[in-house]
């Protein structure tokens, strides 16, 4: 189960740069100029949601088809029993 957490968290932070990709090239393509406000914007926003990494798989249900797949996934790892009683004695689970 150990490595299920890793495999959630690398594909929680493909997914939310992903994300922040597709925002920074739809901002591109905005003609307005207010897209070159936005972009240094949007890497601040990424970098804390990257950093900060909060799961949120309940959410990502919501998010048809990739979300349901990762959020699933998410709450199947994480609510196992092994990993419950590792994140309880965060020592043993480095």
């Known amino acids: ?21 597709i925002a920074g090239l739809v901002s591109l393509a905005d003609s307005s100029g207010d897209g070159m406000i936005a972009i240094p914007i949007l890497g601040i926003v990424g970098a804390l949601v990257m950093g900060v990494m909060l ?17 699933a996934y998410g709450l199947w790892a994480l609510l ?8 309880q004695s965060p ?4």
């Open 91 to 94: 020592t043993h689970y480095v």
């Open 55 to 71: 799961v949120l798989s309940a959410i990502h249900l919501l998010n048809i088809p990739f979300g349901t797949a990762l959020g």
């Open 80 to 87: 196992s029993p092994e990993v419950t009683a590792a994140f």
């Open 1 to 21: 189960m150990h490595t299920h957490v890793k495999v959630l968290g690398i594909l929680h932070i493909v997914f939310g740069a992903i994300g922040v990709l």
